[in-house]
């Protein structure tokens, strides 16, 4: 079975600096995608970033990148210019191409902003 | 982008009642759609995939009887918690896949806390 994990429980930034999220994941697929959602205090669920495994090329957002290492199975999102809006639950999660279109999750990283 | 609205957002209800929740899709189709339980500062935990027009295929260690899920139209989906607790006091969030080139991306109802007292 795929399994995600998030080492890191609690992660804090400066305003203004970058900080970099781990996610590994496991897996005896080859064709699967990876996400990072963000879960504001509201709660409501959010897509940061995207990767299909097939590209080489790592995915970016505006201030939201990523480092997708395939055959090291890490999957780590990187904030520039870290905002206070940014706080939140990361959650990193993990999608099997074909198939079933469920998530799997992992634990996720609180990231707390300090001004 | 696609939206999906999840009613009510919070219910409180006494024990033994039965709550519904509701999860649609605003604006695209949904033939599938999923839903979690999310405990205090944990992750979320798939509960069950609801297919339209069959029946919802339920994870490991869920109690079909007691959430009770139906798919009736490509928009709607419901999840019916039966006999309410205390213990099934958590915060419910459905999701649904996107259509088209966002077919791959899973969006999210805002949630619905539920407290049994």
């Known amino acids: 079975a795929q399994t995600v994990t998030q080492s890191q429980p609690e992660m804090s930034v400066q305003e203004a600096e970058t900080v970099t999220l781990s996610c590994t994941y496991d897996t005896s697929e080859s064709d699967y995608y990876l996400f990072w959602y963000k879960q504001p205090p509201s709660r409501q669920m959010i897509l940061v970033i995207r990767?299909?495994?097939?590209?080489?090329q790592n995915a970016t957002e505006n201030r939201f990148s990523v480092n997708f290492q395939k055959a090291a199975k890490s999957f780590s999102l990187k904030i520039s210019d870290s905002q206070l809006g940014d706080a939140a639950m990361y959650f990193c999660?993990?999608?099997?191409?074909?198939?079933?279109?469920?998530?799997?999750f992992g634990k996720g990283t609180k990231l707390t902003v300090n001004p | 982008g696609a939206v999906v609205s999840q009613h009510p957002s919070w219910v409180i209800c006494k024990s033994g009642t039965s709550v519904k929740i509701e999860c649609r899709s605003l604006?695209?189709?949904?033939?599938?759609m999923f839903w979690y339980r999310q405990f205090p500062k944990q992750s979320l935990m798939l509960m069950a995939t609801s297919n339209e027009g069959s029946k919802a295929t339920y994870e490991q260690g869920v109690e079909k009887d007691k959430f009770l899920i139906n798919h009736a139209s490509l928009t709607l989906s419901t999840l019916t918690v039966t006999s309410a607790h205390p213990e099934d006091s958590s915060f419910y969030i459905c999701?649904?896949?996107?259509?088209?080139?966002?077919?791959?991306?899973?969006?999210f109802g805002a949630g619905t806390r539920l407290s049994v007292l």
């Open positions: 999660a993990y999608r099997f191409q074909g198939g079933s279109e469920k998530l799997v």
């Open positions: 999701s649904a896949p996107g259509q088209g080139w966002v077919k791959n991306i899973q969006y």
């Open positions: 990767q299909e495994a097939y590209k080489q």
């Open positions: 604006d695209f189709q949904a033939t599938t």
